[in-house]
């Protein structure tokens, strides 16, 4: 697993990386309330907006770590997006991309370095 400075965590899964937000970024965020995912077959660039979630403290973007196609949603968040509170770090991941070039991978924190970023 892989984390970015933008709190988000990067699960390899065969030739997809599954990508949803961090325990630390779920718990500032507070109660998640809505969120909004992209469509899957969408092509994305590193770093375009993919997601919009809103909690009751303020509304965030989740972006695209990697270039390449997003091939599923996590639909159960359309409906209970409260689940980012509850299990950020498995059950409400929000997408999967498949990725057109894996090596801006090397650069993205392992969980050690992620925890002294987070302090």
């Known amino acids: 697993?892989?984390?970015?400075?933008?709190?988000?965590?990067?699960?390899?899964?065969?030739?997809?990386?599954?990508?949803?937000?961090?325990?630390?970024?779920?718990?500032?965020?507070g109660d998640v309330v809505f969120i909004e995912l992209p469509e899957a077959g969408t092509e994305v660039s590193m770093d375009d907006e993919v997601v919009v979630i809103e909690s009751v403290k303020a509304a965030s973007d989740i972006l695209a770590p990697l270039d390449g196609e997003i091939v599923e949603v996590n639909e159960a968040l359309v409906d209970a997006p409260g689940r980012v509170n509850e299990d950020p770090m498995g059950?409400?991941?929000?997408?999967?991309?498949?990725p057109s070039d894996l090596s801006p991978m090397d650069?993205?924190?392992?969980?050690?370095?992620?925890k002294d970023f987070i302090g």
């Open 91 to 98: 059950e409400a991941w929000f997408f999967k991309i498949k």
């Open 1 to 29: 697993m892989k984390f970015t400075e933008e709190h988000e965590w990067l699960l390899p899964e065969g030739d997809l990386i599954v990508v949803g937000i961090t325990a630390h970024a779920a718990e500032q965020l």
């Open 107 to 114: 650069d993205y924190m392992d969980e050690t370095r992620y």
